[in-house]
């Protein structure tokens, strides 16, 4: 059973910066997507960022584009979202998903989900 377990949010004022973590347990890294999504409250879900770990191919909501960035450990079960020059609107619960040779530039098809962590960006 493939378990993600994100860590790093908080609360910052506008213009700051968080790095959030999502750790994998429960499988074998190589060919997997693995992407951050955040909802808002009374929002729908979104894709915000991925990574295709096997070449680290990624890509980026319009909406967060030069200013966050998805990486991933050397070992690859650890990935990570920094997020900078944060805004208000940023304000979400940011959950960490993985999906099994699926194509990243598709925000749809994920398998696996995070309990998710909260960021708040105040302004």
């Known amino acids: 059973l493939v378990q993600l377990a994100e860590s790093g949010g908080g609360s910052v004022q506008a213009g700051g910066a968080l790095r959030l973590s999502c750790e994998s347990r429960g499988r074998t890294p190589g060919g997997y997507c693995m992407a951050w999504f955040r909802q808002a409250p009374g929002r729908e879900r979104e894709g915000v960022a991925s990574i295709y770990e096997s070449n680290d191919m990624t890509y980026y909501a319009d909406s967060v584009k030069g200013r966050f960035k998805i990486s991933q450990g050397n070992s690859k079960t650890t990935v990570y979202l920094q997020m900078d020059r944060l805004k208000p609107e940023d304000t979400a619960l940011y959950y960490c998903?993985?999906?099994?040779?699926?194509?990243?530039?598709?925000?749809?098809?994920?398998?696996?989900w995070g309990q998710g962590t909260q960021v708040t960006v105040s302004s």
């Open positions: 998903a993985a999906a099994y040779g699926k194509y990243c530039g598709d925000w749809t098809g994920y398998d696996y």
